[in-house]
C-alpha cells in the first residue's frame, strides 16, 4: 500500500512562489506516475500538472503552464510542483496522487492519494 505526504503549502501573496513536494512510501516500485490535483471551494477537483515515473511524460493544466513545473526525485520517491507566479485562482487544497495504470490528466486512474496541503494566494 503507497502512503503520499505532501508539504509546502502555506499563504502567500499574488506574484509570489511555492514548492509543493510529495514523498511516496510503501509499494513505491508498482508506481508508474504520480499527479498533482487541486480542489478549491465550491469547485471541482482538476488536475494541475502529473509526470510518468520515468519522467518521459509531463502533463499541465491550460491555467498553469508556463507557471508551474513538476519534477520526481526517483531516488527520494519524491514529487515537486514548483509555483511561481501564483495568482489568487489558484488558492485551493493541492492533492498528490500516484498509480500504475494511469492517464495522466484523468484523476480516476490514480489509486493512492495524499490528504493535501492547502494553499492560499492573497491578491
Known amino acids: 500500500q503507497v502512503q503520499l505526504v505532501e508539504s509546502g503549502g502555506g499563504l502567500v501573496q499574488a506574484g509570489d512562489s511555492l514548492r509543493l513536494s510529495c514523498v511516496a512510501s510503501g509499494g513505491t516500485s508498482s508506481i508508474t506516475a504520480m499527479g498533482w490535483f487541486r480542489q478549491a471551494p465550491g469547485k471541482e477537483r482538476e488536475i494541475v500538472a502529473a509526470?510518468?515515473?520515468?519522467?518521459?511524460?509531463?502533463y499541465y493544466s491550460e491555467s498553469v503552464k508556463g507557471r508551474f513545473t513538476i519534477a520526481r526525485d526517483n531516488a527520494k520517491n519524491t514529487v515537486y510542483l514548483q509555483m511561481n507566479s501564483l495568482k489568487s485562482e489558484d488558492t485551493a487544497v493541492y492533492s498528490c496522487?500516484?498509480?500504475?495504470?494511469?492517464?495522466?490528466?484523468?484523476?480516476?486512474?490514480?489509486?493512492?492519494w495524499g490528504q493535501g496541503t492547502q494553499v492560499t494566494v492573497s491578491s
Open positions: 496522487a500516484a498509480g500504475q495504470m494511469i492517464i495522466l490528466r484523468r484523476a480516476d486512474t490514480y489509486d493512492y
Open positions: 509526470i510518468s515515473w520515468s519522467g518521459s511524460m509531463t
